[in-house]
């Protein structure tokens, strides 16, 4: 079993019976889903879903799941997800998929929000690894690409998988890809992309996550704030 795999199990031992339980997306979040159904027909476990993806849907389908869908809801016991970074403060970068809007939605309706990860996400600042994925509507990318470069942002618009257009969100966003001054800090950042008119979401999750679990080399540790 490997590392996203132990985390995932790990994770799935914390659902009770008779919760509603989001889903995230992502590989470690499939191996969450697929363990939850199995704890479903072996354990007898009485549970329902909801999902922040398409995919996800599709896969918690595909295993036998009860889901609900996001227009029915007004909370969740439980949101399991992965990350794509992780600060020692427990700040997520988040949303190299294209349902972020979903998943913060869902990160913050749920009473508690369990991260799931290995170890080669931790890092000592968000965008170390990744640049933050950021979601605008068509008509506004071009402005709002300009109030973040006017706060010292970089990047352009994430290309699609052939290369030969634009990646676009199940919402129908385009998704600005921008790196921004290291002196920024995750949290003027996180409030700055917050205010800037015409964002949709971002990927920098702040103070939403209750527990992180990271595995390391087949030990899961518990990581909170
Ligand atoms: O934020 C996400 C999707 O929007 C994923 O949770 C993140 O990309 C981690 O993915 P993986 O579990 O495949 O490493």
């Given at each position: 079993m490997n590392d996203k795999e132990l985390v995932a199990h790990y994770a799935a031992q914390q659902v009770l019976d008779g919760m509603l339980v989001g889903?995230?997306?992502g590989s470690t979040a499939n191996y969450f889903i697929a363990e939850l159904a199995r704890r479903v027909k072996d354990d007898a476990?009485?549970?329902?879903?909801?999902?922040?993806?398409?995919?996800?849907?599709?896969?918690?389908?595909?295993?036998?799941?009860?889901?609900?869908?996001i227009e029915h809801l007004e909370r969740l016991d439980l949101y399991v997800d992965g990350a794509d970074e992780?600060?020692?403060?427990?700040?997520?970068?988040?949303?190299r998929g294209s349902?972020?809007?979903?998943?913060?939605?869902?990160?913050?309706?749920?009473?508690?929000?369990?991260v799931i990860a290995d170890q080669s996400k931790l890092v000592s600042r968000i965008g170390e690894k990744f640049s933050i994925p950021i979601e605008v509507p068509p008509f506004a990318w071009r402005l709002v690409k300009r109030s973040l470069e006017a706060l010292g942002g970089h990047g352009d618009l994430r290309p699609n998988a052939n290369k030969d257009g634009f990646w676009i969100?199940?919402?129908?966003?385009?998704?600005?890809?921008?790196?921004?001054?290291?002196?920024?800090?995750?949290?003027?950042?996180?409030?700055?992309?917050?205010?800037?008119?015409g964002v949709v979401e971002h990927g920098i999750f702040h103070g939403l996550a209750s527990v992180v679990y990271v595995a390391d080399n087949g030990q899961v540790v518990e990581k909170r704030r």
């Open positions: 889903l995230g997306t476990l009485n549970i329902q879903v909801a999902s922040s993806s398409v995919i996800s849907t599709l896969k918690a389908q595909e295993q036998g799941l009860s889901i609900v869908s992780i600060t020692p403060d427990l700040v997520l970068l988040k949303g349902d972020l809007v979903r998943e913060k939605l869902m990160a913050r309706a749920a009473e508690r929000f369990l969100t199940s919402h129908g966003s385009l998704v600005l890809d921008m790196t921004f001054p290291e002196s920024m800090g995750n949290e003027r950042l996180n409030e700055a992309l917050n205010s800037t008119p």
